[in-house]
């Protein structure tokens, strides 16, 4: 190895610490009892710990860097398929053919596979969705596929990126809005605006809805593969371990969704018209370790600015450019959980937000309108 391939693997080595779910998934199915919160509070607690001790990364890279020097940090999301695929039919089989693990054991070892292919899974599908090659495109449909959440590629792309902080994004959470609220209603709106948006490509095409193309064929196809192949491997039980497993990820995604743009949204120009998006319609965070596991996903700000760059070129900002999370997502999921504790501890901001933002608007009825009331008493 060169002293040169030496230094841009060992920049990008921090990113790969999402391996560190392997070995504990391992243990967790062999031996069962603590062992199962390990993954857990790997996910959460370790990096909340971690963000405090190493602090906020603040350091921008060159976004002219070429696509050459990313290859190690875009190795991670190009083998992370095949290890999802492994954990999580590794671990159908292994409970298949063991009995040593009490049922509610079982059910906790797939809630931790379910937060790895969450807090992991998803955001590498993320990244990989954005690119123009096909095969990182297909192994984020594969990823997606195996959390049985393949709609959101369509719902990402074509929706939450043209209307996010408008009414018309079912993902940007309403000031107010508690997060179990909005996690039904984005489990409500999100396929059906996601197929409005391809049946609306496809018309423009004149196409029909139902034409072969629409991507819904596919994602229908692969989340059937994984259903059937965890009903071989374990019968209703397998299938039932799968399911859970997609669950607890699904919910991980929308806890992060519901934390990047709580209360934020783009100024009404009328007639339907919203002024573009701008950093400060994100929240950013520059939080060092957090961003290692979650491959730079708390620098949306840039990444919505301009979502065509990779996630090791992503930029971070200045209070004065983009609000500031105090926190990484890893303790402020945990946070939204807890509704009332969230809306007194994010609220204000989210009013800090507008004054900076937008020191000309006074009255703020017509963006609320489409918020969840606060109840009584509410910060």
Known sequence: MTPE???????????????????LITAAAHWGGWWLLAMPVYGWGVFTL???????????????????????????????????????????????????????????????VGVMSGVIGIVYSHELLHQ??????????????????????SEHLLVHHS????????????????????????LRDCPPSAWRAEAAMLARRGLPAWHGRNPFWRYAALQGGFLA???????????GLFVWQAFIAIWQLELTNYIEHY?????????????????????????RASN?????????????????????LLQTYTEDEAPQLPYGYPALTTLAMIPP?????????????RRRFYPDIEDWSDYDAHATPLPRGAA
């Open 341 to 353: 504790l969230w809306r007194r501890f994010m609220n204000p901001r989210v009013r800090a937000w």
């Open 132 to 153: 123009r090659t096909r095969l990182e495109r297909w192994l984020g449909d594969l990823l997606l596929a195996s959390v049985l959440y393949s709609h959101f590629r």
């Open 50 to 112: 971690m963000d405090f001790l190493t602090g906020l990364n603040e350091d921008n890279a060159d976004v002219e860097t070429p696509l050459s020097d990313l290859f190690w940090y875009r190795a991670i999301t190009l083998i992370w398929f095949p290890v999802q695929f492994v954990v999580i039919f590794g671990a159908l089989w292994w409970v298949s053919v063991t009995d040593h693990l009490h049922w509610f054991e079982v059910l906790a070892l797939f809630f931790g």
């Open 5 to 23: 391939t030496f230094r841009k693997l060992s920049a990008a080595l921090p990113f790969w610490v999402s391996l560190g779910f392997l070995p």
């Open 163 to 186: 209307w996010v902080g408008t009414p018309r994004d079912p993902v940007t959470a309403r000031l107010g809005e508690g997060f179990q609220a909005y996690f039904w209603r984005v």
């Open 292 to 312: 290692w596991l979650m491959i730079n996903l708390q620098r949306h700000s840039d990444h919505h600015y301009k979502p065509e760059r990779r996630f090791p």
């Open 229 to 239: 192949l965890a009903f071989w491997i374990g019968g209703w039980a397998g299938l």
């Open 263 to 287: 209360g934020l949204t783009r100024r009404h120009l009328g007639d339907g018209r919203y002024e573009p998006v701008r950093p400060h319609h994100s929240w950013n965070a520059a939080h």
